[in-house]
Nanobody, 123 residues
Framework: QVQLAESGGGLVQAGGSLRLSCAAS????????MAWFRQAPGKEREFVAA????????DYADSVKGRFTISRDNAKNTVYLQMNDLKPEDTDVYYC????????????????WGQGTQVTVSS
């Protein structure tokens, strides 16, 4: 069984940066894809970024491409989301997710989810 725990959220001014971390406990299979999603009140959960096991393949939503970077440290069982040039529209609860698949997926049908961490970007 895999459990995910996000951290690193907080309040930041527009143009600033934050680095989110997702620590995974339990065994992660070689086929697991990791991803970040975000969700604002009253809206559907939105795909942000995904990464494969080796870190050699990544996928980003158009809204964050060029500003956010997803990475992973398998020795630490940790996935990161480096967020630069943050905008007020990035204000959301950010969730870490894992999926038993070789294919990067933008669907919210992931197998495991964290509890989320709040990111607030002020104007």
């Amino acid at each position: 069984q895999v459990q995910l725990a996000e951290s690193g959220g907080g309040l930041v001014q527009a143009g600033g940066s934050l680095r989110l971390s997702c620590a995974a406990s339990g065994r992660i299979l070689s086929s697991y894809v990791m991803a970040w999603f975000r969700q604002a009140p009253g809206k559907e959960r939105e795909f942000v970024a995904a990464i494969n096991l080796s870190g050699g393949r990544t996928d980003y939503a158009d809204s964050v491409k060029g500003r956010f970077t997803i990475s992973r440290d398998n020795a630490k069982n940790t996935v990161y989301l480096q967020m630069n040039d943050l905008k007020p529209e990035d204000t959301d609860v950010y969730y870490c997710a894992a999926k038993l698949t070789w294919q990067l997926s933008r669907s919210n049908e992931y197998d495991y989810w964290g509890q989320g961490t709040q990111v607030t970007v002020s104007s």
